[in-house]
């Protein structure tokens, strides 16, 4: 008999492994925060004798998902802008709050972003914003996985007036977090158009120097490809491969407006794209050529971006529109089968964040997995896991939530934070809210 910590024992466990397994009547033994053992609930029953067991025998477990493009806290902005333009949005609404930010708001933001995560099984993120020490306080309170940088603007953000205080900033919580279990730091300039030539190339200087990857927006919009243009003479993806920036490890956000040429060049260069369907939805910005990325042989994750341009953070409503969105672009049904879209969700959003522990149930793999109640009417009958969890499942049905071993979540409750006071104080916010955007 071994000796493991937590032995969780489900009714089904959608593996994510090479051949895609699921397992019925299956369990998992976990120890120090990783999968020790994986297999049949009986077998492993009588080899591990466990400090605690989960009885999950009437719930579904899957690999924790990963929200590879985020910006937690803007939850805070979610709902006080809508269907406007992107330009009066961004410029009318949303950068007036943002100037107007502290640390306070943004942990507070951050907070109920990462709780939304996590009660919708999300178990990692990459998370792009200001004030981003305050996100990994929050990120540490709430115990999800985060791969965190400061957004290096141009211009003055409320938390760096220059974009060297946003990489002095990078390089302090890197030394602050080196060696951390579940927080890590990544280099994270904003986008092409909100910096310059120069910016970037100290991007990528801290980056090789601090062996840390790189994070931004791409190729968003054609007026971005446009702007690129007509400013460095080059589109988004050749600037930026011109710049070195794709020789590091990375990963782009949106990669929408890009030809088969640009999606051969990331590819060549390992770059992980992340799609983000709803946010490009709602933003009209236009749809990324993401079964040819797949075709091509490019790793697509997926991301939820801001709650301000989606306005949720759940990457069950992210796979089912990546899903959808797929067919309707290519006219073909076949398109972005359900597998192809949790693959995006789970092993895709690994690479991601550049994080082999993730990603999959299996052996040696990190224990962060989440558990679904399929007795809920939306999740009955179960014929096939892979098309439950992306047609029919909205994240809702997550009852359980699980961190390096740890559980994070759990049929209704935070274990690491105090969430009705977390209410109350979103709650209190609403009137500065109100005014820093000029609607009252
Ligand atoms: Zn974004």
């Given at each position: 008999?071994?000796?493991?910590?937590?032995?969780?024992?489900?009714a089904?466990?959608?593996?994510?492994?090479?051949?895609?397994?699921?397992?019925?009547?299956?369990?998992?033994?976990?120890?120090?925060?990783?999968?020790?053992?994986?297999?049949?609930?009986?077998?492993?029953?009588?080899?591990?004798?466990?400090d605690?067991?989960?009885?999950l025998?009437?719930?579904?477990?899957?690999?924790?998902?990963?929200?590879a493009?985020?910006?937690?806290?803007?939850?805070?902005?979610?709902?006080?802008?809508?269907?406007?333009?992107?330009?009066?949005?961004?410029?009318q609404?949303?950068?007036?709050?943002?100037?107007r930010?502290?640390?306070?708001?943004?942990?507070?933001?951050?907070?109920?972003?990462?709780a939304?995560?996590?009660r919708?099984?999300?178990?990692?993120?990459?998370d792009?914003?200001?004030?981003?020490?305050?996100?990994?306080?929050?990120?540490?309170?709430?115990g999800?996985?985060?791969?965190?940088?400061?957004?290096?603007?141009?211009?003055?953000?409320?938390?760096?007036?220059?974009?060297?205080?946003?990489?002095?900033?990078?390089?302090?919580?890197?030394?602050?977090?080196?060696?951390?279990e579940?927080?890590?730091?990544?280099?994270?300039?904003?986008?092409?158009?909100?910096?310059?030539?120069?910016?970037?190339?100290?991007?990528?200087d801290?980056?090789?120097?601090?062996?840390?990857?790189?994070?931004?927006?791409?190729?968003?919009?054609?007026?971005e490809?446009?702007?690129?243009?007509?400013?460095?003479?080059?589109?988004?993806?050749?600037?930026?491969?011109?710049?070195?920036?794709l020789?590091l490890?990375?990963?782009?956000?949106?990669?929408?407006?890009v030809?088969?040429?640009?999606?051969?060049?990331?590819?060549?260069?390992?770059?992980?794209?992340?799609?983000?369907?709803?946010?490009n939805?709602?933003?009209?910005?236009?749809?990324a050529?993401?079964?040819?990325?797949?075709?091509?042989?490019?790793?697509?994750?997926?991301?939820?971006?801001?709650?301000?341009?989606?306005?949720?953070?759940?990457?069950?409503?992210?796979?089912r529109?990546?899903a959808?969105?797929?067919?309707?672009?290519?006219?073909?049904?076949?398109?972005?089968?359900?597998?192809?879209?949790l693959?995006?969700?789970t092993?895709?959003g690994?690479?991601?964040?550049?994080?082999a522990?993730?990603?999959s149930?299996?052996?040696?793999?990190?224990?962060?997995?989440?558990a679904?109640?399929?007795?809920?009417?939306?999740?009955?009958?179960?014929?096939?896991?892979?098309?439950?969890?992306?047609?029919?499942?909205?994240?809702?049905?997550?009852?359980?939530?699980?961190?390096?071993?740890?559980?994070?979540?759990?049929?209704?409750?935070?274990?690491?934070?105090?969430?009705p006071?977390?209410?109350?104080?979103?709650?209190?916010l609403?009137?500065?809210?109100w005014?820093?955007a000029?609607l009252?």
């Amino acid at each position: 008999m071994h000796h493991c910590q937590t032995l969780l024992q489900a009714a089904r466990i959608v593996t994510q492994d090479a051949q895609r397994r699921v397992l019925s009547n299956a369990a998992l033994a976990i120890d120090q925060g990783i999968i020790v053992d994986i297999g049949p609930s009986a077998e492993l029953s009588s080899r591990w004798q466990a400090d605690s067991c989960l009885h999950l025998e009437d719930r579904l477990v899957l690999p924790g998902l990963v929200n590879a493009h985020t910006h937690a806290a803007m939850t805070i902005l979610r709902g006080l802008a809508d269907d406007m333009p992107l330009m009066d949005w961004l410029q009318q609404r949303i950068f007036p709050v943002e100037q107007r930010l502290t640390p306070r708001l943004v942990r507070l933001g951050s907070l109920l972003g990462f709780a939304e995560m996590l009660r919708t099984g999300i178990t990692a993120c990459t998370d792009m914003y200001i004030f981003e020490n305050a996100v990994l306080e929050a990120a540490d309170q709430a115990g999800i996985r985060c791969l965190a940088g400061e957004g290096v603007f141009a211009f003055p953000s409320a938390a760096c007036a220059q974009p060297s205080a946003a990489l002095t900033v990078t390089r302090e919580l890197a030394a602050q977090y080196q060696g951390h279990e579940r927080l890590r730091v990544a280099v994270m300039p904003h986008s092409v158009y909100t910096t310059t030539p120069e910016i970037l190339a100290a991007c990528r200087d801290l980056a090789q120097e601090l062996n840390l990857p790189l994070h931004m927006h791409l190729s968003e919009t054609q007026e971005e490809t446009r702007l690129c243009q007509e400013a460095h003479g080059r589109r988004p993806v050749d600037y930026c491969h011109n710049l070195g920036l794709l020789d590091l490890p990375c990963s782009l956000a949106h990669v929408v407006d890009v030809n088969s040429a640009e999606v051969a060049t990331l590819r060549q260069h390992g770059v992980v794209v992340v799609h983000n369907p709803s946010s490009n939805m709602k933003l009209a910005s236009g749809t990324a050529p993401v079964t040819e990325m797949l075709e091509q042989g490019l790793t697509v994750a997926l991301g939820t971006d801001g709650a301000a341009s989606n306005n949720r953070l759940s990457v069950f409503t992210e796979m089912r529109r990546a899903a959808l969105l797929h067919k309707l672009r290519t006219a073909n049904p076949v398109s972005m089968p359900a597998q192809a879209a949790l693959d995006m969700a789970t092993l895709a959003g690994a690479a991601a964040l550049g994080d082999a522990r993730l990603g999959s149930l299996e052996k040696g793999k990190a224990a962060d997995c989440v558990a679904l109640d399929i007795s809920e009417p939306n999740m009955l009958p179960l014929h096939n896991e892979a098309s439950q969890l992306v047609y029919a499942a909205t994240g809702m049905e997550t009852r359980l939530t699980m961190v390096g071993g740890e559980i994070v979540y759990q049929d209704g409750r935070f274990t690491r934070f105090d969430y009705p006071a977390l209410c109350a104080e979103i709650c209190d916010l609403r009137a500065f809210l109100w005014r820093a955007a000029g609607l009252a």
